[in-house]
């Protein structure tokens, strides 16, 4: 006789239920992530926000940025259709601007690196004063010289951004941006200083830290250096030259300011500074009428003289502690440095003479 069959357990039904139940569920989710997701809207109404997305982002980060500035309702769904879709590779790294009623979909083309998507890219490059900024943007026919001169160099607009100086010179981050044509030059000022904010607070500054000291700092560090790795050594010599009782002058001595300080935006303009063409002569290093003449000033000039990098700001940060108090170019964009004045002396005839 067969043997009797034994009834199925509930255990089991149970068992088998839950199982068909989270693979359903599972495909619902599935399905939901990657067919409807991608072009349901986000949270908001359309207002326009500048996102910077860092190098190297991850899904965990890049969602939560987007979920930080309000792109996106939910960063655990934009993670997983991230991951399910495998979206994450095309993303760049940069500043965007986002509007926080953009579809996934559309948020991941902006930022995928479709320059259709993105706007006139623009660069610009460490150590460009305001004028040349300026200029850059006028050629890529984004904004009028004039207007942006306006808006950096504005009270209103330093007024609320609280950037610590006369003008925006210096608080603007040279980078990569994208700006569509006739984009506000007070949106573009409020987009280079916010990247200046992140990338500033990045280094952890001490709260008592004079900020337009240091930006001015840096500013002269990044005009004089050619190369990173002396960044720290030049903001060291001009620590000693502004501190050691050694150099009672206090007098930096630094080309680049004599040279900004003929910029045409600068006021009073000096009567050396007529017909300056970018060449400094002698009658440019005497004339006490410059502002920023610092063979003539003692101290740090009025404000910066361009727009520093990061890694100047990490030397004017952070100055090495070298017994230098002078230095002179060579002719490969390196620097000999010097402790005593009968040292530079040499170090001058030996480079500038060409032996």
Request: glycine share 10%; aromatic share 10%.
């Amino acid at each position: 006789m067969p043997a009797e069959s034994r009834p199925i357990s509930r255990w089991k039904i149970w068992s088998a239920a839950w199982v068909v139940m989270l693979v359903v569920g599972a495909l619902g989710t599935a399905y939901d992530v990657l067919y409807r997701y991608p072009d349901a809207p986000g949270p908001g109404i359309g207002q326009t926000l500048k996102v910077e997305i860092p190098p190297g982002v991850g899904p965990d980060k890049l969602s939560r940025i987007l979920y930080e500035k309000g792109i996106i309702s939910s960063p655990g769904r934009f993670r997983l259709w991230l991951r399910l879709a495998d979206q994450l590779p095309g993303v760049k790294a940069g500043l965007f601007e986002l509007r926080d009623n953009m579809t996934p979909a559309k948020i991941l083309s902006v930022i995928s690196g479709r320059p259709e998507n993105r706007g006139v890219r623009v660069t610009i490059p460490e150590g460009f004063t305001l004028g040349q900024i300026a200029k850059t943007l006028e050629d890529a026919g984004i904004v009028a010289q004039e207007n942006f001169f306006m808006a950096a160099g504005k009270g209103k607009t330093l007024t609320r951004l609280r950037i610590p100086g006369p003008s925006a010179e210096g608080f603007l981050f040279p980078d990569t941006y994208f700006f569509e044509r006739g984009t506000p030059a007070e949106d573009i000022v409020s987009a280079m200083y916010e990247n200046f904010s992140t990338r500033f607070k990045s280094l952890g500054a001490p709260a008592k830290t004079d900020l337009f000291e240091l930006v001015t700092s840096a500013s002269i560090v990044q005009a004089e250096a050619r190369v990173v790795d002396e960044m720290p050594v030049i903001a060291g010599v001009y620590h000693n030259r502004l501190t050691d009782p050694s150099f009672p002058s206090r007098l930096l001595q630094a080309d680049p300011t004599v040279a900004y300080g003929c910029e045409p935006g600068v006021v009073p303009r000096a009567p050396s500074c007529a017909g300056f063409i970018g060449k400094l002569a002698r009658k440019h290093l005497e004339d006490s009428k410059n502002p920023y003449n610092t063979y003539r000033h003692a101290g740090l000039p009025p404000g910066p003289i361009c727009a520093p990098g990061i890694n100047a700001l990490k030397a004017a940060l952070h100055p090495k502690d070298v017994p230098y108090l002078y230095f002179v170019a060579r002719k490969d964009g390196r620097h000999r440095f010097s402790r005593t004045l009968l040292e530079h002396k040499e170090a001058v005839k030996l480079y500038r003479e060409g032996r």
